[in-house]
């Protein structure tokens, strides 16, 4: 077994501790600004550590445990960094992944609105419709998704049941604007990723999209995966968050939850019916509907964010 200060937890964030103060600020709005009210439990609450020193404390890790703050990239970026860890041989086994407690506070939908990047819809159920013409932006969403990472000699040790293998990843930045995606950039995060893997285009079975409803977001993105699949004929593209909303810190990780199954069931799971595919984001082989049957060997995973940071995280199908 693997000692706990051999552990490691490293988990993406978008933000944190925005819930707590957003709370006791109205707090103190409805009670005269009675500081009284402000609880002490706010700093341990707010420190952007507090989600994996929550896990620390509860599980008894105590091997390093912190966050890694990299917007909507982080959930990738969290399993990235514990995959470096192991690498380094800085812990045995890495808690990575990446969580969000967005939808518990006023601002993150204020900030959205303001931009013009809050998704709406007369019906709720369809208000979050990434590549869809009339798509209009975000359904901001929260959760978390936590993998157990290890080597793999460590992994067959202990009797595991392995569902992926880290092949290849990238991470880089666009450094030209604060929200705006750039197609440049993230074409060579995903070429990048792909020579890590020491594979090609043709190789890779599903692009999961980032793809979260905006307008300029999903546009760009689906010119970067047009000029690297467009002409490949056994590549199927998906994305996950018409199921369930963007989940910012946790998107990456959680999408890759959702499709690790394709390994085993192979299967590739469709978007939420898109009603009418914006031209500008009509793919090869989108998956709009039923699922495709055929065997996966490789999943790569789009995780963008703002401020520029990319990400691309490959997983290939574990085989004896």
Not at 61 to 89: E, W
Not at 99 to 104: A, Y
Not at 204 to 214: E, R
Not at 238 to 247: E, L, M, P, Q, R
Request: aromatic content about 6%.
């Amino acid at each position: 077994m693997t000692s706990k200060l051999l552990s490691g937890i490293y988990l993406g964030i978008t933000e944190h501790g925005n819930v707590e103060t957003e709370n006791e600020i109205y707090e103190l709005h409805e009670n005269k600004l009675d500081a009284g009210l402000w609880s002490h439990h706010h700093n341990p609450r707010t420190v952007a550590n507090a989600p994996a020193g929550e896990v620390s404390l509860n599980m008894g890790i105590t091997g390093p445990a912190y966050t890694i703050g990299a917007a909507c990239a982080a959930g990738n970026i969290g399993i990235i960094h514990g995959m470096q860890m192991l690498q380094l041989n800085e812990v045995d086994l890495a808690l990575a992944g990446g969580v969000s407690e967005s939808t518990g506070t006023f601002g993150i939908f204020a900030g959205f609105k303001s931009q013009g990047a809050l998704g709406s819809h007369d019906d709720p159920a369809k208000a979050s419709r990434p590549l869809d013409v009339n798509r209009n932006g975000i359904v901001v969403s929260e959760g978390g998704a936590i993998f157990v990472l290890e080597r793999l000699e460590d992994a067959l040790k202990r009797g595991a049941t392995i569902y992926g293998e880290i092949a290849g990843y990238h991470v880089n930045s666009d450094a030209v604007d604060f929200v705006l995606p750039d197609t440049q950039r993230q074409i060579q995060c995903i070429n990048a990723a792909l020579a890590k893997a020491k594979i090609t285009a043709n190789d890779v079975d599903i692009v999961n999209l980032h793809a979260t409803g905006t307008i300029s977001g999903d546009d760009n993105e689906c010119e970067a995966v047009k000029l690297i699949f467009g002409q490949v004929e056994n590549t199927y593209i998906n994305c996950t968050k018409g199921f369930i909303g963007h989940a910012m810190g946790a998107a990456g990780a959680l999408e890759l939850a959702g499709n690790l199954p394709s390994f085993t069931d192979n299967r590739i799971h469709s978007c939420k019916y898109i009603e009418n595919v914006d031209p500008k984001c009509s793919l090869k082989n989108l998956v709009n509907g039923d699922p495709v049957e055929k065997k996966v060997n490789f999943i790569l995973s789009n995780s963008f964010g703002m401020l520029g940071i990319n990400s691309v995280l490959i997983v290939k199908k574990y085989r004896e």
